[in-house]
C-alpha cells in the first residue's frame, strides 16, 4: 500500500518535470534560416513541459496553435504566446520563455508562427507538431506541404495561455531590456476558453489597438496591442483559471 502510493507520487513527480526545450528562430547548429523551431517535430505525453526558448537574433515571433488543414491561422481556443521581439544585438541579459504543458497527448497539436514581417514565416516553414502521427495523411510532411501551399495572410488575432491538448499558466517571461513582448486584439469569442486571451499588460509596448472588441477574423492584421485595454478584473478572472487549469 505504502509501496504503491510511493510509486505513485515517484511517477507524477517525474511527470511534472519531464521537459522538452524548443529553440524558436535561428539556432546555429540546426541550419535551415531563421524561420524555424528546433525540434519542430516531437513526441511529449501529458505534464510534459515544452519550453520554447526565444534565444533567435535578430527574431520576433510566435508559438501559435493551428490545425493541419488550416496551418497558418490561429485555432480558436487555441493557446499563442504573442510576439516576442529579440533585437539583433546587443545580447539580451536573459532568453524570454513560455512553459507549454501538454494536457492531451492522444491527438496532434499543430502549431506555426504568426509573424507576417517581413515575410510570412508560416509559410517560409516555421511550423511544428507534437505528437504528429508517423505515417497516413496527416503526418509532420503533409502539415508542411500544407503550410507552404498556404494562401493568404496569416490571421494576427491573439489566442490564449489556454490552449487545446496544451496550455501555458504564465505569459512569455522574462522580458529583459531590450526584447518586447506583443499582443494583439483577442480572436473572436469561440468558446468560454477565449477569455484567456489577456497578457500581461506590462510588458506590452506596441501601441493600443483603436478597435479593441471588433477585430473580425478577417480583418487587416492587427499590429498592436489591446491587452492594457483589458480590465483588472478580467486578467485576475483569466489567472484564477488559469491556475485552476493547472492545479486540476
Ligand atoms: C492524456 O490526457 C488526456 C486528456 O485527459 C487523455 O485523454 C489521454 O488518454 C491521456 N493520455 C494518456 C497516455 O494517459
Ligand atoms: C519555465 O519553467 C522553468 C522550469 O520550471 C522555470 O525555471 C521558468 O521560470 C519558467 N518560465 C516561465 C516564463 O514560466
Ligand atoms: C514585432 O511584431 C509585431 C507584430 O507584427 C509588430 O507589431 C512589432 O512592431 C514588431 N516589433 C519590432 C521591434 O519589429
Ligand atoms: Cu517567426
Known sequence: MLFTIGLTALALAS???????????????????IFQYAPNNFKATNGTVITFRFSGAPGNHTVTQSTFSDPCNPRPGGFDSGWVFIPASPPLSATPEWNLTITDDSKPIWFYCKQILPSFHCSSGMIGAINA????????????????????????GEGGLVGIGASASAPVGPVPSGAHLYTAAPLPISSTLSISSGKAASTVT????????STPATSAPAKGSGASALSTSSLVAFMAVAVGFVLA
Open 15 to 33: 511527470a511534472a518535470f519531464a521537459q522538452t526545450v524548443v529553440v524558436v528562430g535561428s539556432a546555429p547548429t540546426s541550419g535551415g534560416g
Open 133 to 156: 502521427p508517423a505515417t497516413g495523411d496527416n503526418t509532420f510532411a503533409a502539415f508542411q506541404a500544407n503550410a507552404k501551399a498556404f494562401k493568404g495572410t496569416p490571421n494576427q
Open 206 to 213: 506596441a501601441p493600443p489597438m483603436t478597435s479593441l472588441a
